[in-house]
């Protein structure tokens, strides 16, 4: 399975730590790469960096949106994170999870097929679900 994550705050880093070893390839993209350096994620042709404008699609697209089955959202504030996970939604097959900091939009964005992560409780078991591990 191919995971595309976007963005780099702490949340990202603990997913990633996490489902590294269970997926295919595993794309980070974000504005800058200086995030990613001090990242403990192995060592791996599986994992690929990337940066650019993440509000852009040509730059999600580079980071592979289209070859990605997941996608993991969570940018500098939640209207961008939204933002930036309506722009990724091109495909319906594709599971696209969305990290919040504040929950008050989490019903709006559940029922347009967005599936919501509480960063201040985050738990990821929907996601391990859907990579089958």
Not at 18 to 25: A, E, G, R
Not at 110 to 117: N, V
Request: aromatic share 6%.
């Amino acid at each position: 399975m191919n995971v595309l994550a976007i963005g780099s705050k702490i949340t990202i880093k603990k997913i990633c730590e996490d489902i590294v070893n269970k997926v295919d390839s595993l794309s980070l993209v974000d504005y800058t790469n200086k995030n990613y350096l001090n990242w403990d994620l192995s060592v791996s042709n599986r994992i690929k960096y990337n940066t650019g404008n993440i509000e852009k699609i040509d730059t999600l697209i580079k980071a592979g949106l289209e070859d990605s089955e997941i996608i993991i959202v969570h940018s500098r504030t939640d209207i961008d994170t939204l933002f930036i996970a309506q722009k990724t939604k091109i495909d319906t097959d594709k599971s696209i999870f969305v990290i919040l900091e504040d929950l008050l939009l989490a019903d709006i964005y559940e029922s347009l097929g967005f599936i919501i992560l509480d960063s201040h409780n985050l738990k990821i078991t929907k996601l391990t679900n859907k990579l089958g591990n």
